[in-house]
């Protein structure tokens, strides 16, 4: 079995940006949809973004839709997230998803997970 792993998280300060990658290993990478999600503590893990197996179409919560963009490298293996104008309710643990099906914005919809990466953003 292969795995994902999760990088690019950190420290910020409002208003700032921050890339996340997701390195997918021993998969059939272009075959899955993929998707980020987070979790804050004492919440719920919840959606982020998902992208199709082409890059073509994506998704994006309300919460982060205009600020965050999702995209993908067949060719490297990895998923992206760009974060910009990060607020601090964006500090989460942050998740990659792969090998969606059903409805994408859910949890139960994804076979594969990462560890996730923190992404802490302060006032």
């Known amino acids: 079995q292969g795995e994902l792993v999760e990088s690019g998280g950190g420290l910020m300060q409002a208003g700032g940006s921050l890339r996340l990658s997701c390195a997918a290993a021993?998969?059939?990478?272009?075959?899955?949809?993929m998707a980020w999600f987070r979790q804050a503590p004492g919440k719920e893990r919840e959606f982020v973004s998902f992208?199709?197996?082409?890059?073509?179409?994506?998704n994006y919560a309300d919460s982060v839709k205009g600020r965050f963009t999702i995209s993908r490298d067949n060719a490297k293996n990895t998923l992206y997230l760009q974060m910009n104008s990060l607020k601090p309710e964006d500090t989460a643990v942050y998740y990659c998803?792969?090998?969606?099906?059903?409805?994408?914005?859910?949890?139960?919809?994804?076979?594969?997970w990462g560890r996730g990466t923190q992404v802490t953003v302060s006032s």
């Open positions: 992208i199709s197996r082409g890059g073509g179409s994506t």
């Open positions: 021993g998969r059939t990478f272009s075959s899955y949809i």
């Open positions: 998803a792969a090998g969606g099906s059903g409805y994408l914005d859910q949890v139960e919809s994804y076979r594969y």
